[in-house]
């Protein structure tokens, strides 16, 4: 059976989500993160010498990387079509998507977190304000506008279809959904972008989807001394009532 170690608020929760995506049988060995640094705890190091999530078990292999295990779980079990054809026009843009993730939304957003903390760190009296200085110019001189000019591009992006790739649903919504549900988690997804916020939208109403958020718990990991933006309570359709499975259970 496929076995998957979450970490709360990690890159697992696209696992998650493409194992319900796909209805797959599987279990998962939950991991909580240090209430104080934040970071996985030793448990997981004991799975994995690096110590972080998610780690796939299937068959007698051990897989880390969420955008190996996307393609490992699509090559193996995928029966819905979740990535396009290779070679096709939509599986040039799904690599790209499955790509642009880790490599570009992902680095900016792991920065707005770990300056926050740096601004909202203690230090002594006399230099909290030079601390303070000297992350807001960062923030607002390099990666604010960096961040701001590859989300209207990802906006008008979707604006073509609502999707990443083509007309339809595939596992690169599920690779550029998490980053931009991070995104927005932390007030970062600005109200004009409207095409982006109606992809979250959609999203968030796939059965999957919400059973996934079912068992992953904590999504999102908010910014120091700011409020996360929450999602809207969405109404399960009939089916997501009826697939909904209990938390650790099996299919």
């Known amino acids: 059976m496929i076995t998957l170690h979450h970490l709360e608020a990690s890159r697992s929760f696209r696992i998650i989500w493409l194992l319900e995506e796909l209805e797959l049988s599987y279990q998962i060995e939950r991991h909580e993160r240090h209430p104080e640094t934040m970071r996985a705890q030793s448990a997981l190091k004991a799975i994995h010498p690096l110590g972080k999530a998610p780690v796939l078990f299937d068959n007698g292999f051990t897989l880390i990387e969420s955008g190996a295990i996307i393609e490992y779980l699509l090559n193996r079990y995928d029966t819905r079509g979740l990535r396009p054809p290779i070679c096709s026009e939509d599986y040039l843009r799904y690599s790209q998507w499955m790509h642009f993730a880790e490599g570009s939304l992902m680095p900016p957003a792991l920065l707005t977190l770990v300056l926050n903390k740096m601004a909202n760190a203690r230090v002594p009296f006399f230099a909290r304000s030079i601390v303070k200085k000297t992350v807001n110019s960062t923030l607002d001189s390099f990666v604010m506008p960096d961040l701001n000019v590859k989300l209207d591009f990802l906006d008008t992006e979707l604006g073509n279809t609502g999707w990443f790739c083509g007309s339809h649903f595939s596992a690169a919504d599920i690779q550029m959904g998490f980053a931009l549900q991070v995104l927005h988690g932390r007030g970062l997804i600005g109200d004009n972008l409207l095409n982006i916020k109606a992809f979250l939208e959609a999203i968030r109403l796939r ?12 999504l999102t990991l908010s910014l120091p001394g700011k409020t996360e933006a929450q999602e809207p309570k969405v109404e399960p359709s009939v089916d997501a009532a009826n697939a909904s499975a209990p938390t650790d259970a099996t299919r």
């Open 207 to 218: 059965p999957a989807y919400q059973r996934a958020k079912e068992k992953a718990g904590l």
